[in-house]
């Protein structure tokens, strides 16, 4: 196979799990067929060349940023760049950014694309390369071939383990060429949290709770275990909490190591964005809730009694073994 381009962006000067996931897949894919692999870097960061520690070969950074909003102008940038490099794999996070040019590439490219890749290729050295993805709200995976002179691929969230066996590389400064064709008026970005598809360990809240001003029972036992916060679809619009918390099949799907559901009986669609967690606990004082099928672990009582004392028994063990 010809080189493999994984395209990520910086935040605030730092890379995202989810982006140094994707360069660690590209490296492993690269090793299979003895390609390079070439990550390019949208944003300003001066750690641009710590990513040959996670597996780039070579790392490319645009002169300037350009906004993921302006999706014309990186897609044309990134076939570009994949064409001059003689690339046969555009890898990326999936993310918003991704959500907004993988078709364009793939159209750009005349190759097949699949978004919310689980696993590593296989196939590799044949005209149509399988990968698989979640389908049917997570309760299957589909085997896809997908072929053409340059696939485009984005990851879902722990698609591949993070590997640091490599060296700081030099960065190559890649001149970004023509002007916008979007203008961003104004950004809202989250911060002080890690994002939800990034996140290990998150707490989940749903109409159990009763009334936002219960909260802090969710927020307290998130703090204690240093996960991230989330909530049901019927949380975020009763606006008790922001829909950037929003977990399920019309919200964010996670994949984290611990998921904590607390109040929410486990309708199919708030399944289908959490059945990929590794392991899943639930609180609730319905002994018929539908959670409970898919939980590994299940608590059934009064949340209000049972999550201050879970909260006060992480913070008891964390301080014994500090």
Known sequence: MKNILVAIESFNGEFKKS???????????ALSTGASCIVIVNGETSKAGSLGIYGADRVLQFNKPIS??????????????????????IVMPYNSTARGITGRLSIKMKSGCVTGVQKLPTNIESESVVVSR?????????AIKVSGPCI?????PNASQLKTSGNEVAVETIEVKGG????????????GRTPLPEAELVVSGGRGMKDPSNWGIIED????????????RPVADSHWRPHYEHVGQTGIAIKPNLYIAIGISGAIQHLAGVNNSKVIVVINKDPEAPFFKA??????????????????AVKKFKHSNT
Not at 22 to 28: F, I, R, T
Not at 152 to 156: Q, T
Not at 180 to 191: A, D, L, P, Q, W
Not at 295 to 312: H, K, M, N, Q, S
């Open 221 to 232: 036992l998130a703090e204690a275990l240093g996960a991230t916060t989330a909530c049901s």
């Open 152 to 156: 485009v691929l984005s990851l879902s």
């Open 68 to 89: 993921p909003a302006d999706t014309q102008a990186l897609t044309n940038q990134l076939a570009e760049l994949a064409s001059i490099n003689s690339v046969g794999m």
């Open 134 to 142: 979640s389908v049917f709200a997570g309760k299957a995976t589909a």
């Open 180 to 191: 916008e064709t979007v203008k961003v008026v104004e950004s809202k970005i989250v911060t």
């Open 295 to 312: 939980a590994d672990y299940g608590v059934c009582g009064d949340l209000f009694e049972i999550v201050p004392r879970l909260t006060e």
């Open 19 to 29: 982006g140094l996931q994707a360069v660690s897949y590209g490296k492993e894919v």
